[in-house]
């Protein structure tokens, strides 16, 4: 049950896209992510890899290739500015989470 | 309309026992399929996932954190209960509940704000 593996930064202009990957989730099928503002409790962003929850704007995007998933922000924001966790999913019998090491993302 | 509150205290000393409850409302845990899990962040740091139970009292705990966990629910008043045991300071963090509706959305999709513990002599 291993953290998994984030870049500590990424960043964009205003209106680029910046991808976050995490690293590890190969033997997981569920991947989610969170978007945290300071002080703040986390947001699901994603779910299931792809899906987004109601109310989270198609900028945002997931995918997973082999070991590694990715979150995708297009058309930057300045509100996009905040941390990102990605987390995988094991169920069955020993069912666990486990969260990514975290990615502050700045809008320049 | 989802809402999650964590509840407890916000200091203790070491090897003491921290029980933080978690009152929710807007669904019920005898729901087929709805769970609650607890998770922490220390300050500055990452996230971590302690425990989870289902509305069939099912119970998951995080393997390095096994033997100091308990959780536990009390449907009638919608809330969820996590104790710790033997505090130390590194257990020092926000703590939080989350929803997850399991075999639909198997994700943490609404919240608690979050109560911060500070474990000191």
């Known amino acids: 049950q291993s953290a998994l593996t984030q870049p500590p930064s990424a960043s964009g202009s205003p209106g680029q896209s910046v991808t976050i990957s995490c690293t590890g989730t190969g033997s997981y099928k569920y991947v989610s992510w969170y978007q945290q503002n300071p002080g703040k409790a986390p947001k699901l962003m994603i779910y299931e890899v792809t899906k987004r929850p109601s109310g989270v704007p198609d900028r945002f995007s997931g995918s997973k290739s082999g070991n590694r998933a990715s979150l995708t922000v297009s058309g930057l924001q300045a509100d996009d500015e905040a941390d990102y966790y990605c987390s995988a999913y094991a169920g069955g019998n020993n069912l666990y989470y486990v969260f990514g090491t975290g990615t502050k993302v700045t809008v320049l | 309309q989802v809402t999650l509150k964590e509840s407890g205290p916000a200091q203790l000393k070491p090897t003491q026992t921290l029980t933080l409850t978690c009152t929710f409302s807007?669904?019920?845990?005898?729901?087929?399929?709805?769970?609650v899990s607890w998770i922490r962040q220390p300050p500055g740091k990452a996230l971590e996932w302690l425990a989870r139970i289902d509305w069939d009292d099912d119970k998951y705990y995080n393997t390095s954190l096994r033997t100091r966990l308990t959780i536990s629910k009390d449907t009638s008043k919608n809330q969820v209960v996590l104790t710790m045991t033997n505090m130390d300071p590194v257990d020092t963090a926000t703590y939080y509940c989350?929803?997850?509706?399991?075999?639909?959305?198997?994700?943490?999709?609404?919240w608690g704000q979050g109560t911060m513990v500070a474990v000191s002599s």
């Open positions: 989350a929803r997850v509706v399991t075999a639909q959305l198997d994700a943490f999709d609404f």
């Open positions: 807007g669904f019920s845990l005898s729901t087929t399929g709805m769970c």
